[in-house]
Protein backbone atom coordinates (compact mmCIF):
# COMPACT_ATOMS: atom_id res chain seq x y z
CA UNK A 1 0.00 0.00 0.00
CA UNK A 2 1.72 3.23 -1.13
CA UNK A 3 2.51 6.07 1.43
CA UNK A 4 -0.47 8.29 1.19
CA UNK A 5 -3.13 5.05 0.92
CA UNK A 6 -1.93 4.24 4.17
CA UNK A 7 -1.91 7.52 6.04
CA UNK A 8 -4.94 8.50 4.40
CA UNK A 9 -6.96 5.71 5.63
CA UNK A 10 -5.91 6.47 9.08
CA UNK A 11 -6.59 9.91 8.99
CA UNK A 12 -10.46 8.95 7.38
CA UNK A 13 -11.05 6.29 10.07
CA UNK A 14 -9.77 8.61 13.04
CA UNK A 15 -12.46 11.62 11.34
CA UNK A 16 -15.38 8.96 10.96
CA UNK A 17 -15.00 7.58 14.58
CA UNK A 18 -15.39 11.61 15.60
CA UNK A 19 -11.32 11.83 16.56
CA UNK A 20 -10.43 15.40 17.85
CA UNK A 21 -9.09 17.59 14.71
CA UNK A 22 -5.85 18.25 16.92
CA UNK A 23 -5.58 14.83 17.83
CA UNK A 24 -5.58 13.51 14.78
CA UNK A 25 -3.32 15.94 13.29
CA UNK A 26 -1.00 14.75 15.92
CA UNK A 27 -1.56 11.30 15.83
CA UNK A 28 -1.54 10.79 11.86
CA UNK A 29 1.84 13.02 11.89
CA UNK A 30 3.59 10.62 14.59
CA UNK A 31 2.37 7.48 12.91
CA UNK A 32 3.75 8.98 9.44
CA UNK A 33 7.25 9.32 11.15
CA UNK A 34 6.60 6.04 13.04
CA UNK A 35 5.99 4.04 9.67
CA UNK A 36 8.84 6.26 8.14
CA UNK A 37 11.54 5.21 11.23
CA UNK A 38 10.33 1.54 10.37
CA UNK A 39 10.90 1.25 6.54
CA UNK A 40 14.46 2.95 7.15
CA UNK A 41 15.50 0.25 10.14
CA UNK A 42 13.81 -2.61 7.26
CA UNK A 43 16.19 -0.72 4.47
CA UNK A 44 19.56 -0.89 6.74
CA UNK A 45 18.41 -4.59 7.05
CA UNK A 46 19.07 -5.36 3.53
CA UNK A 47 15.68 -5.19 1.82
CA UNK A 48 14.63 -2.92 -1.38
CA UNK A 49 12.36 -0.26 -0.80
CA UNK A 50 9.54 -1.82 -1.55
CA UNK A 51 9.95 -4.63 0.83
CA UNK A 52 10.77 -2.15 3.13
CA UNK A 53 7.48 -0.52 2.85
CA UNK A 54 5.70 -3.54 2.90
CA UNK A 55 7.17 -4.67 6.19
CA UNK A 56 6.50 -1.33 7.87
CA UNK A 57 3.16 -1.43 6.39
CA UNK A 58 2.81 -5.22 8.28
CA UNK A 59 4.41 -4.38 11.55
CA UNK A 60 2.10 -1.01 11.72
CA UNK A 61 -1.24 -3.30 10.97
CA UNK A 62 -4.08 -2.45 9.23
CA UNK A 63 -4.83 1.08 8.91
CA UNK A 64 -8.38 0.92 10.13
CA UNK A 65 -7.56 -1.38 12.69
CA UNK A 66 -4.77 0.67 13.80
CA UNK A 67 -7.27 3.75 13.74
CA UNK A 68 -9.75 1.94 15.60
CA UNK A 69 -6.94 1.08 18.29
CA UNK A 70 -5.89 5.03 18.51
CA UNK A 71 -8.95 5.99 19.00
CA UNK A 72 -9.93 3.62 22.11
CA UNK A 73 -6.49 5.04 23.30
CA UNK A 74 -7.00 8.45 22.89
CA UNK A 75 -10.95 7.78 25.01
CA UNK A 76 -9.17 5.73 27.28
CA UNK A 77 -6.55 8.80 27.96
CA UNK A 78 -8.86 11.04 29.48
CA UNK A 79 -11.35 10.95 32.63
CA UNK A 80 -14.15 12.10 30.38
CA UNK A 81 -13.41 9.55 27.85
CA UNK A 82 -12.81 6.98 30.61
CA UNK A 83 -16.37 7.44 32.62
CA UNK A 84 -18.77 8.86 29.61
CA UNK A 85 -21.96 7.90 30.93
CA UNK A 86 -20.85 9.91 34.25
CA UNK A 87 -19.92 12.58 32.23
CA UNK A 88 -22.78 12.67 29.47
CA UNK A 89 -25.72 10.86 31.18
CA UNK A 90 -25.13 12.07 35.30
CA UNK A 91 -23.15 14.94 35.38
CA UNK A 92 -25.32 17.30 33.32
CA UNK A 93 -28.22 16.56 35.78
CA UNK A 94 -26.29 17.26 38.40
CA UNK A 95 -24.53 19.97 37.01
CA UNK A 96 -27.26 22.04 34.81
CA UNK A 97 -28.72 23.45 37.77
CA UNK A 98 -25.58 24.77 39.32
CA UNK A 99 -24.11 26.13 35.90
CA UNK A 100 -27.23 27.70 35.00
CA UNK A 101 -27.47 29.10 38.43
CA UNK A 102 -23.88 30.66 38.34
CA UNK A 103 -24.36 31.86 34.91
CA UNK A 104 -27.55 33.36 35.92
CA UNK A 105 -25.92 35.45 38.50
CA UNK A 106 -22.86 36.30 36.41
CA UNK A 107 -25.48 37.84 33.81
CA UNK A 108 -27.34 39.07 36.45
CA UNK A 109 -24.70 40.87 37.71
CA UNK A 110 -23.39 42.23 34.79
CA UNK A 111 -26.97 43.46 33.44
CA UNK A 112 -27.50 45.17 37.03
CA UNK A 113 -24.15 46.99 36.88
CA UNK A 114 -24.53 48.13 33.29
CA UNK A 115 -28.25 49.11 33.28
CA UNK A 116 -28.98 50.47 37.24
CA UNK A 117 -25.47 51.20 38.30
CA UNK A 118 -26.31 48.82 41.24
CA UNK A 119 -29.22 51.02 42.30
CA UNK A 120 -32.08 48.88 43.52
CA UNK A 121 -34.23 52.06 43.79
CA UNK A 122 -33.85 52.08 39.98
CA UNK A 123 -34.37 49.13 39.37
CA UNK A 124 -38.01 48.88 41.36
CA UNK A 125 -38.88 52.14 40.03
CA UNK A 126 -38.00 50.69 36.22
CA UNK A 127 -40.11 47.13 37.53
CA UNK A 128 -43.11 49.09 38.95
CA UNK A 129 -43.19 50.72 34.89
CA UNK A 130 -44.75 48.44 32.69
CA UNK A 131 -42.68 49.12 29.37
CA UNK A 132 -39.27 48.83 31.81
CA UNK A 133 -41.01 45.83 33.43
CA UNK A 134 -41.43 44.29 29.94
CA UNK A 135 -37.45 44.99 28.92
CA UNK A 136 -35.84 43.60 31.92
CA UNK A 137 -38.26 40.15 31.54
CA UNK A 138 -36.69 40.55 27.63
CA UNK A 139 -33.01 41.09 29.17
CA UNK A 140 -33.72 38.28 31.31
CA UNK A 141 -35.08 35.86 28.74
CA UNK A 142 -31.91 36.23 26.86
CA UNK A 143 -29.90 35.89 30.14
CA UNK A 144 -31.72 32.87 30.57
CA UNK A 145 -31.13 31.80 26.68
CA UNK A 146 -27.88 32.62 26.61
CA UNK A 147 -27.07 30.16 30.11
CA UNK A 148 -28.97 27.40 28.08
CA UNK A 149 -27.01 27.60 25.17
CA UNK A 150 -23.41 28.12 27.11
CA UNK A 151 -23.93 25.17 28.97
CA UNK A 152 -24.88 22.86 25.98
CA UNK A 153 -22.10 24.20 24.44
CA UNK A 154 -19.53 23.55 27.28
CA UNK A 155 -21.23 19.89 27.21
CA UNK A 156 -21.04 19.30 23.11
CA UNK A 157 -17.28 21.00 23.66
CA UNK A 158 -16.54 17.67 26.26
CA UNK A 159 -18.09 15.16 24.28
CA UNK A 160 -15.71 16.27 21.12
CA UNK A 161 -12.93 16.93 23.34
CA UNK A 162 -12.90 13.15 24.66
CA UNK A 163 -13.71 11.78 21.45
CA UNK A 164 -16.73 10.12 22.80
CA UNK A 165 -19.10 8.85 19.86
CA UNK A 166 -22.40 11.67 18.75
CA UNK A 167 -25.08 9.79 21.04
CA UNK A 168 -23.51 10.96 24.10
CA UNK A 169 -23.06 14.69 22.96
CA UNK A 170 -26.86 14.51 22.46
CA UNK A 171 -27.96 12.61 25.63
CA UNK A 172 -26.05 15.60 27.45
CA UNK A 173 -27.90 17.96 25.07
CA UNK A 174 -31.59 16.58 25.93
CA UNK A 175 -31.00 16.87 29.66
CA UNK A 176 -30.13 20.72 28.79
CA UNK A 177 -33.16 20.49 26.74
CA UNK A 178 -35.36 19.07 29.66
CA UNK A 179 -34.13 21.21 32.20
CA UNK A 180 -34.66 24.68 29.91
CA UNK A 181 -38.11 23.63 29.45
CA UNK A 182 -38.60 23.89 33.31
CA UNK A 183 -36.42 26.37 34.58
CA UNK A 184 -37.64 29.96 34.78
CA UNK A 185 -36.17 33.17 35.68
CA UNK A 186 -39.24 36.44 35.97
CA UNK A 187 -39.38 40.11 36.91
CA UNK A 188 -42.60 41.46 38.48
CA UNK A 189 -43.16 44.31 40.62
CA UNK A 190 -41.26 44.18 43.88
CA UNK A 191 -40.59 40.63 42.96
CA UNK A 192 -37.94 38.28 41.06
CA UNK A 193 -38.18 34.64 40.63
CA UNK A 194 -36.20 32.84 39.30
CA UNK A 195 -36.22 28.52 39.75
CA UNK A 196 -38.03 25.40 38.68
CA UNK A 197 -41.87 25.06 37.31
CA UNK A 198 -42.74 22.29 39.45
CA UNK A 199 -46.55 22.61 38.01
CA UNK A 200 -46.57 19.38 35.49
CA UNK A 201 -50.12 20.64 35.00
CA UNK A 202 -50.95 22.02 31.31
CA UNK A 203 -48.04 22.33 28.24
CA UNK A 204 -45.04 25.11 29.15
CA UNK A 205 -45.44 28.26 28.01
CA UNK A 206 -44.38 28.85 24.50
CA UNK A 207 -40.75 30.98 25.56
CA UNK A 208 -40.05 27.35 27.77
CA UNK A 209 -40.47 25.65 24.21
CA UNK A 210 -38.65 27.64 22.46
CA UNK A 211 -35.58 27.61 25.19
CA UNK A 212 -35.94 23.84 25.53
CA UNK A 213 -35.14 23.70 21.50
CA UNK A 214 -31.77 25.31 21.98
CA UNK A 215 -29.32 22.83 23.37
CA UNK A 216 -31.53 20.14 20.47
CA UNK A 217 -30.29 22.62 18.09
CA UNK A 218 -26.48 23.24 19.00
CA UNK A 219 -26.20 19.50 19.08
CA UNK A 220 -27.68 19.05 15.39
CA UNK A 221 -25.06 21.79 14.24
CA UNK A 222 -22.13 19.98 15.67
CA UNK A 223 -23.32 16.66 14.40
CA UNK A 224 -23.70 18.44 11.07
CA UNK A 225 -20.13 20.07 11.19
CA UNK A 226 -18.65 16.52 11.91
CA UNK A 227 -20.80 14.91 9.13
CA UNK A 228 -19.56 17.61 6.89
CA UNK A 229 -15.92 17.11 7.87
CA UNK A 230 -16.21 13.36 7.18
CA UNK A 231 -17.78 13.95 3.77
CA UNK A 232 -15.31 16.83 2.86
CA UNK A 233 -12.04 13.91 4.06
CA UNK A 234 -13.65 11.15 1.83
CA UNK A 235 -13.74 14.01 -0.90
CA UNK A 236 -9.97 14.82 -0.47
CA UNK A 237 -9.19 11.09 0.07
CA UNK A 238 -10.92 9.83 -3.82
CA UNK A 239 -10.19 13.41 -5.25
CA UNK B 1 5.82 -12.39 19.55
CA UNK B 2 2.86 -11.19 21.79
CA UNK B 3 1.04 -7.76 20.59
CA UNK B 4 -0.95 -7.71 23.64
CA UNK B 5 0.53 -7.72 27.18
CA UNK B 6 -1.06 -9.94 30.03
CA UNK B 7 -3.98 -7.92 31.99
CA UNK B 8 -1.37 -8.07 35.07
CA UNK B 9 0.97 -5.82 34.03
CA UNK B 10 -1.85 -2.89 33.63
CA UNK B 11 0.72 0.52 34.61
CA UNK B 12 3.93 -0.99 33.89
CA UNK B 13 3.94 0.66 30.26
CA UNK B 14 3.85 3.85 32.51
CA UNK B 15 6.68 2.46 34.28
CA UNK B 16 8.83 1.67 31.74
CA UNK B 17 8.05 4.89 29.63
CA UNK B 18 8.67 7.06 32.62
CA UNK B 19 11.78 4.76 33.42
CA UNK B 20 13.43 5.16 30.08
CA UNK B 21 12.80 9.29 29.57
CA UNK B 22 14.51 9.35 32.88
CA UNK B 23 17.59 8.64 30.98
CA UNK B 24 17.25 10.72 28.17
CA UNK B 25 14.80 12.31 25.06
CA UNK B 26 13.54 9.65 23.31
CA UNK B 27 10.72 9.70 20.34
CA UNK B 28 8.19 6.89 20.18
CA UNK B 29 9.67 4.75 17.60
CA UNK B 30 12.75 4.55 20.29
CA UNK B 31 10.30 4.07 22.57
CA UNK B 32 8.95 1.35 20.86
CA UNK B 33 12.31 -0.04 20.13
CA UNK B 34 14.02 0.17 23.69
CA UNK B 35 10.71 -1.32 25.34
CA UNK B 36 11.35 -4.33 23.11
CA UNK B 37 14.83 -4.78 22.92
CA UNK B 38 15.47 -4.21 26.82
CA UNK B 39 12.52 -6.83 27.73
CA UNK B 40 14.24 -8.94 25.16
CA UNK B 41 10.80 -9.08 23.21
CA UNK B 42 8.91 -9.93 26.32
CA UNK B 43 7.16 -7.06 26.69
CA UNK B 44 6.06 -4.99 23.25
CA UNK B 45 3.63 -2.07 22.33
CA UNK B 46 1.63 -2.06 19.78
CA UNK B 47 3.32 0.11 16.68
CA UNK B 48 1.49 3.70 16.66
CA UNK B 49 0.11 2.88 19.85
CA UNK B 50 2.53 4.44 22.03
CA UNK B 51 1.46 7.88 20.71
CA UNK B 52 -1.88 8.61 22.55
CA UNK B 53 -0.24 6.81 25.84
CA UNK B 54 2.12 9.65 25.74
CA UNK B 55 0.11 12.11 25.14
CA UNK B 56 -1.62 11.36 27.94
CA UNK B 57 1.09 11.34 29.87
CA UNK B 58 2.09 14.89 28.56
CA UNK B 59 -1.49 15.94 29.53
CA UNK B 60 -0.80 14.44 33.17
CA UNK B 61 2.33 16.54 32.96
CA UNK B 62 4.25 13.97 33.65
CA UNK B 63 6.34 14.46 30.21
CA UNK B 64 6.79 17.51 28.19
CA UNK B 65 7.59 16.78 23.93
CA UNK B 66 8.99 19.45 21.41
CA UNK B 67 9.97 19.20 17.97
CA UNK B 68 13.51 18.64 17.46
CA UNK B 69 15.61 18.51 14.13
CA UNK B 70 18.34 15.41 13.82
CA UNK B 71 19.82 14.12 10.82
CA UNK B 72 17.00 16.06 8.58
CA UNK B 73 14.35 14.36 10.18
CA UNK B 74 12.18 16.44 12.26
CA UNK B 75 10.61 14.17 15.30
CA UNK B 76 8.04 15.06 18.31
CA UNK B 77 10.82 14.12 21.38
CA UNK B 78 9.43 13.64 25.01
CA UNK B 79 11.57 14.08 27.91
CA UNK B 80 10.25 13.23 31.84
CA UNK B 81 9.20 16.45 33.64
CA UNK B 82 9.71 17.45 37.29
CA UNK B 83 6.26 15.50 38.06
CA UNK B 84 7.10 12.77 36.17
CA UNK B 85 10.24 12.13 37.83
CA UNK B 86 8.23 12.12 41.44
CA UNK B 87 5.86 9.56 39.69
CA UNK B 88 8.52 7.38 38.65
CA UNK B 89 9.96 6.99 41.77
CA UNK B 90 6.31 6.20 43.47
CA UNK B 91 6.11 3.54 40.61
CA UNK B 92 9.62 2.13 41.26
CA UNK B 93 9.04 1.66 44.80
CA UNK B 94 5.12 0.14 44.43
CA UNK B 95 6.55 -2.11 41.46
CA UNK B 96 9.70 -3.35 43.75
CA UNK B 97 7.41 -4.07 46.63
CA UNK B 98 5.04 -6.47 44.54
CA UNK B 99 8.33 -8.05 42.87
CA UNK B 100 9.60 -8.92 46.44
CA UNK B 101 6.38 -10.01 47.53
CA UNK B 102 5.57 -12.67 44.45
CA UNK B 103 9.60 -13.49 44.94
CA UNK B 104 9.11 -14.74 48.13
CA UNK B 105 6.09 -16.48 47.26
CA UNK B 106 7.25 -18.09 44.50
CA UNK B 107 10.15 -18.90 46.41
CA UNK B 108 8.50 -20.28 49.04
CA UNK B 109 6.45 -22.64 46.52
CA UNK B 110 9.63 -24.26 45.64
CA UNK B 111 11.17 -24.91 48.88
Redesign the interface.
Known amino acids: MPDTDFIEQLRGRLVELGCPKA ?1 VR ?2 V ?3 A ?2 R ?3 KQAAVLEGLSGADAESQANA ?3 DPIA ?1 AE ?2 MV ?2 R ?3 WLGRHFVVTFSLLPLLAFPVLWLLLMIIELSLGFALGFGWDYKKLHVAAINPVANHHINIALRSMDYAAITLVALLFCWLARRSAVSAKWMVTSCAICSFYALVTYGRVEPHSFTMGFITSTAGIPPIHQCIKATIPLLIAGVFYVFQRRAKHELRRNATA | MKKTNPSFLNGVPELLVLRLLSGREMYGYQIVEAIRTQTREALSFGEGCIYPYLHYLEAEKQVSSRRRDVDGRSRNYYKLTARGRKRLDELTCEWNRVTTGVSLLMEGQHA
Open positions: HRLREVEHEDLQLGLHLAVRSS
